[in-house]
T-cell receptor, first 109, second 113 residues
Framework: RKEVEQDPGPFNVPEGATVAFNCTYSNSASQSFFWYRQDCRKEPKLLMSVYSSGNEDGRFTAQLNRASQYISLLIRDSKLSDSATYLCVVNSVRRALTFGSGTRLQVQP | DGGITQSPKYLFRKEGQNVTLSCEQNLNHDAMYWYRQDPGQGLRLIYYSQIVNDFQKGDIAEGYSVSREKKESFPLTVTSAQKNPTAFYLC????????????FGEGSWLTVV
């Protein structure tokens, strides 16, 4: 089983739609969780950290479910500019971060 | 400006040659990392270093070598032993003060010709 698993997508949604991604992780001792955004042929950039109580940043909401070992990202009112690959990131036993393979989102006009 | 600088951005290597990718950061971060990304795939950890003069293998260290002689520098050598080196290489750094958030350089594209 992979340490971090994501649905690769693509998720094709119209502008203005709400879309949600889930990510599961295998290491129950993981402490740090993040969502990164990666545009084609670019480096990943931090979108948001994920806190135990859940957190929101504008149109983006991240949640953590420790019991089921998954994190989620909700994007409301999707924009064309949200089209990208979203990477789930979890700290590993090595104290280095492990990346999921990413979920591709395509927002259509 | 503070950040992570990788060079070169594009590099072509002949089979059998070693090449070294540079990574410099002026963020005063303690930890540095090298990841590899293949087309349509996620990031895989090659090597990481938590402090100067110390580094650990990641998931795919075979065919690669690193050094950490200075806090701000973490070069990666892709040796001839790496059989399929064509990929996008990403250097990153982090510090406990930033909650271990990883920040990336712009990456280096390596192609074997």
């Amino acid at each position: 089983r992979k340490e971090v698993e994501q649905d690769p997508g693509p998720f094709n949604v119209p502008e203005g739609a709400t879309v949600a991604f889930n990510c599961t992780y295998s290491n129950s001792a993981s402490q740090s969780f993040f969502w990164y955004r990666q545009d084609c042929r670019k480096e990943p950039k931090l979108l948001m950290s994920v806190y135990s109580s859940g957190n929101e940043d504008g149109r983006f909401t991240a949640q953590l479910n420790r019991a089921s070992q998954y994190i989620s990202l909700l994007i409301r009112d999707s924009k064309l500019s949200d089209s990208a690959t979203y990477l789930c990131v979890v700290n590993s036993v090595r104290r280095a971060l492990t990346f999921g393979s990413g979920t591709r989102l395509q927002v259509q006009p | 400006d503070g950040g992570i600088t990788q060079s070169p951005k594009y590099l072509f290597r002949k089979e059998g040659q070693n090449v070294t990718l540079s990574c410099e950061q002026n963020l005063n971060h303690d930890a540095m990392y090298w990841y590899r990304q293949d087309p349509g795939q996620g990031l895989r950890l090659i090597y990481y270093s938590q402090i100067v003069n110390d580094f650990q293998k990641g998931d795919i260290a075979e065919g690669y070598s690193v050094s950490r002689e200075k806090k701000e520098s973490f070069p990666l050598t892709v040796t001839s032993a790496q059989k399929n080196p064509t990929a996008f290489y990403l250097c990153a750094s982090s510090t406990i003060a930033s909650g271990n958030t990883i920040y990336f350089g712009e990456g280096s594209w390596l192609t074997v010709v």
